[in-house]
């Protein structure tokens, strides 16, 4: 059974910095990008940040460039997202994402991913 759980979710104050996790079992996800997209409460879910299954490309939503790094750890089978400079607007839940094709670009919209986590609670006070 695929499995992708995230974890590191939080509430912090404006500034700060917060690293959250995905990990992934139950398939080789060392050959998929991955995504982390997010939904605050009213909104649609929107992209976040992509990386490809090798980590060479990664890709940014124009609210989170400069501020959030995304990395994987092929390894340990793990995707990382860095938030740093946290403002309210961050507030939602975070989810994580693998691509439904191998090998390919990471994709900005959602529904070219195929196996979803259950999302993480990150809350940015003012």
């Known amino acids: 059974q695929v499995q992708l759980v995230e974890s590191g979710g939080g509430l912090v104050q404006a500034g700060d910095s917060l690293r959250i996790s995905c990990a992934a079992s139950g398939r080789t996800f060392v050959k998929y990008a991955m995504g982390w997209f997010r939904q605050a409460p009213g909104k649609e879910r929107e992209f976040v940040a992509a990386?490809?299954?090798?980590?060479?490309?990664?890709i940014y939503a124009d609210s989170v460039k400069g501020r959030f790094t995304i990395s994987r750890d092929s390894a340990k089978n793990t995707v990382y997202l860095q938030m740093n400079s946290l403002k309210p607007e961050d507030t939602a839940v975070y989810y994580c994402?693998?691509?439904?094709?191998?090998?390919?670009?990471?994709?900005?919209?959602?529904?070219?991913?195929?196996?979803w986590g259950q999302g993480t609670q990150v809350t940015v006070s003012s």
């Open positions: 990386i490809t299954w090798s980590g060479g490309t990664t």
């Open positions: 994402a693998a691509d439904s094709v191998p090998y390919r670009s990471p994709q900005l919209q959602k529904n070219e991913y195929r196996y």
